[in-house]
C-alpha cells in the first residue's frame, strides 16, 4: 500500500511565524504535490515537484515556497504565516507517466492566529 | 482557460441510485479521476477515465464523453457510508498536474 504521510493533523500557529509542513512517501514516486482545500474552492495547488531539486509554481504559490531535498520527502514553508494560510493542507504523490494516479496524505489542518 | 463544474450538494435516499455530473473545459485534456473525500479525511481514488465510455467498479461506475467536455460518477445501492464528498479532477497534457472541481458533497439519508 502507498503511505503518504504529513508531520501534524492539527497546528496553530500566530501571524508572522515561519511554518514548516513536511510530507513523506514510501513508493519512490517521483512526482509530489501540495494542495490546499478551502469549502467552496476546491483543492488548489501550491507547488509541485517531478524530482529532487526540482519544484515548480501551482495556481496559487505566493506567500509558500518548498523544497524536495530527498525525492521522498517534499516540505511546504510558509515564510510569515498570515491569517489567509488558514486551511487544510493537503499532500499527494504520484509516479511519472501512466494514469498519474495521486496519493494523497491525511491532510493538516492550519490555524493561523 | 480551464474550468470545472460540479454540483455543490446533492441528496439521496439509502438504496437508491445517484448521479453526480462534472463538466470541464480545458486544453490538453488527459484522463478524469473521481475521487472520494469523508470528512476531514484524504481524498481516496475511485475512478479513472481516459477513453469515452463507461467504467463499472462495484457499486460505482463512472462515464466520459471527450466531445462533450462531461463526465458523470454514478453510484447504486447507495450506503449511509457513501455520505462524502465527491471531487472530479481533470488531467492535462503536461507531466501529472491534475485540476479539481470544487467537489460534490452528499447526503445519504435513512
Known amino acids: 500500500d502507498v503511505k503518504v504521510t504529513q508531520s501534524s493533523r492539527y497546528l496553530v500557529k500566530r501571524t508572522g511565524e515561519k511554518v514548516f509542513l513536511e510530507c513523506v512517501q514510501d513508493m519512490d514516486h517521483e512526482n509530489m504535490f501540495w494542495y490546499r482545500q478551502d469549502p467552496g474552492l476546491g483543492l488548489r495547488l501550491i507547488y509541485f515537484?517531478?524530482?529532487?531539486?526540482?519544484?515548480e509554481k501551482g495556481d496559487i504559490p505566493e506567500g509558500y515556497s518548498v523544497s524536495r531535498e530527498k525525492k521522498e520527502r517534499f516540505s511546504l514553508i510558509l515564510e510569515s504565516a498570515s491569517t489567509n494560510q488558514t486551511s487544510m493542507y493537503l499532500c499527494?504523490?504520484?509516479?511519472?507517466?501512466?494514469?498519474?494516479?495521486?496519493?494523497f496524505g491525511p491532510g493538516t489542518r492550519l490555524l493561523v492566529l | 482557460g480551464q474550468n470545472i463544474d460540479q454540483p455543490t450538494e446533492m441528496t439521496a435516499t439509502e438504496g437508491a441510485i445517484v448521479q453526480i455530473n462534472c463538466t470541464y473545459q480545458t486544453s490538453g485534456f488527459n484522463g478524469l479521476f473521481w475521487y472520494q473525500q469523508h470528512a476531514g479525511e484524504a481524498p481516496t481514488f475511485l475512478s479513472y477515465n481516459v477513453l469515452d465510455g463507461l467504467e463499472e467498479k462495484g457499486r460505482f461506475s463512472s462515464f466520459l464523453s471527450r466531445s462533450k467536455g462531461y463526465s458523470y460518477l454514478l453510484l447504486k445501492e447507495l450506503q449511509m457510508k457513501d455520505s462524502a464528498s465527491y471531487l472530479c479532477?481533470?488531467?492535462?497534457?503536461?507531466?501529472?498536474?491534475?485540476?479539481f472541481g470544487q467537489g460534490t458533497e452528499l447526503s445519504v439519508k435513512p
Open positions: 479532477a481533470v488531467r492535462k497534457n503536461q507531466g501529472g498536474k491534475l485540476i
Open positions: 515537484s517531478y524530482d529532487v531539486k526540482m519544484k
Open positions: 499527494a504523490s504520484s509516479l511519472e507517466g501512466g494514469g498519474s494516479l495521486q496519493y
